[in-house]
């Protein structure tokens, strides 16, 4: 059980586009779910918090308008990276959780590479 | 948010145990603390978690030390595929109950 898919698992693109990453607990209910962000060799960094039907909450240094978050339904959350560049390329990787005192799942991650 | 320090990496034989500690002095009295694993361009992995008492799942043991200022996750007998980044995290009880991921330790598993 608590299984969460993260899709597409690599994207590359040109400069200047948008990407969506979509992140969807398969069997559970994700009241709240996680981004962050991973550079090589690196720790895993919170980008922001959404609870379902809620605005996002976004960590220090983050822009939310650089990074559109949707947490529309308990089962499907969407991180937007919009016009992106280079220095946008990293690996992100999403968490789901359902009740608060449960662990988060996460997904196995989208490489995104920026040309 | 309270910090984990852990060692940034260890090796173990084949077989073995393996005791992964971890340092968290400024634990409040209501985190939880919880280890996860990462393998290579893969997500985080949950494996255990407990606030006071031992902890034991199939997948590994959770010693917490008496005063919670430290706690160790045990590997009864270490394979390859448990190669992998173990992070500790303290998870909070109010707020967001983010994580906040620290270095974590690199574990090398030698055949």
């Known amino acids: 059980g608590a299984v969460v898919s993260q899709h597409p698992s690599w994207v590359i693109c040109k400069s200047g586009t948008s990407v969506k990453i979509e992140c969807r607990s398969l069997?559970?209910?994700?009241?709240?779910m996680f981004w962050y962000r991973q550079f090589p060799k690196q720790s895993l960094m919170l980008m922001a918090t959404?609870?379902?039907?809620?605005?996002?909450?976004?960590e220090q240094g983050v822009e939310k308008d650089k990074f559109l978050i949707n947490h529309a339904s308990l089962t499907l959350s969407t991180l937007t990276v919009t016009s992106a560049h280079p220095e946008d390329s990293s690996f992100y990787i999403c968490?789901?959780?359902?009740?608060?005192?449960?662990?988060?799942?996460f997904g196995d991650g989208t490489r995104l590479s920026i040309l | 948010d309270a910090k984990t320090t852990q060692p940034n990496s260890m090796e173990s034989n084949e077989e073995e145990p393996v005791h992964l500690p971890c340092n968290h002095s400024?634990?409040?009295?209501?985190?939880?603390i919880h280890w996860y694993r990462q393998l290579p361009s893969q997500g985080p992995e949950y494996v255990i978690h407990?606030?006071?008492s031992n902890v034991n799942n199939r997948m590994a043991s959770l010693a917490i030390a008496e005063d919670r200022k430290s706690s160790t996750l045990i590997l009864h007998r270490a394979t390859l595929r448990d190669a992998a980044v173990y992070y500790c995290?303290?998870?909070?009880?109010?707020?967001?109950?983010?994580?906040?991921f620290g270095t974590g330790t690199r574990l090398k598993v030698l055949a």
């Open positions: 069997d559970f209910q994700a009241t709240t």
């Open positions: 407990g606030l006071t």
């Open positions: 959404s609870n379902e039907g809620s605005k996002a909450t976004y």
């Open positions: 968490s789901a959780r359902g009740d608060v005192n449960q662990p988060q799942h």
């Open positions: 995290i303290l998870r909070p009880t109010s707020g967001t109950y983010k994580y906040i």
């Open positions: 400024t634990i409040s009295g209501t985190d939880y």
